[in-house]
């Protein structure tokens, strides 16, 4: 029996009203529960991915397969931004780019779709062909997560620990909605920045400033 021929358990939890922005608001993803019919191996994993890839999927710690919200236009706007910028430093100082379309699978098991990385040239030219074409099984050194309206705070949060323990140098989690950067370090509490002119990619891409005021104001 195909992979596709298997049914899933769906749990959505969407709120039917919109909270106000505050440190809960956002709506749960739909999670899909194969077991116990079926436990996904990274092979059977990716086939699923693709023969349902009009879907942005992301499987979590458990194995759950979880349906994250499609980005809507402006949040859209603020990514491309994240990520010309990213990518600009990186055509000068080396190293490769990754926006949200790919999806890494993490050493916990876990697989993961970041809005922006980076992984630096060692880190990537030492992964195989066939392992660049599909998931790649790293973390990046560096990530950053952007939240939409329809993100939990503390789902994200949640995942930026996940991005740390997996071997993360440096994460931001950048919240348009209440102003904030939190910027994630290896072996250290979050820092959160109330409404930052810039941020720095500090030793991990040294040189790399980004106008976090640039990005705010399109958030309307």
Known sequence: MSISSYTAAVTPEVP?????VDE???????????????????EQY?????????????????????????????????NSKINLR??????AHGGYVLESSCEFELPNGAAR?????????????ALTPAQRKKFPPICPEFIIELRSETDRLKTLQAKMLEYMESGAKLAWLIDPLKKTVHIYRPGQAPEILENPASVSGESVLPGFELNVQELFALNQ
Do not use: H, Y
């Open 86 to 91: 990213l990518g600009n430093w990186a055509e």
């Open 24 to 42: 809960d608001s956002g709506c749960d993803p739909i999670v899909l529960r194969f077991a116990p019919l079926i436990q996904f191996n990274k």
């Open 46 to 78: 990716f086939e699923f991915v693709m023969q349902n890839s009009d879907l942005r999927l992301e499987r979590a710690l458990t194995g759950e397969v979880v349906v994250m919200s499609p980005t809507g236009g402006e949040g859209s706007v603020i």
């Open 113 to 125: 779709c970041p809005d922006a990385s980076w992984v630096s040239a060692p880190k990537w030219e």
């Open 16 to 20: 039917l009203v919109t909270p106000s």
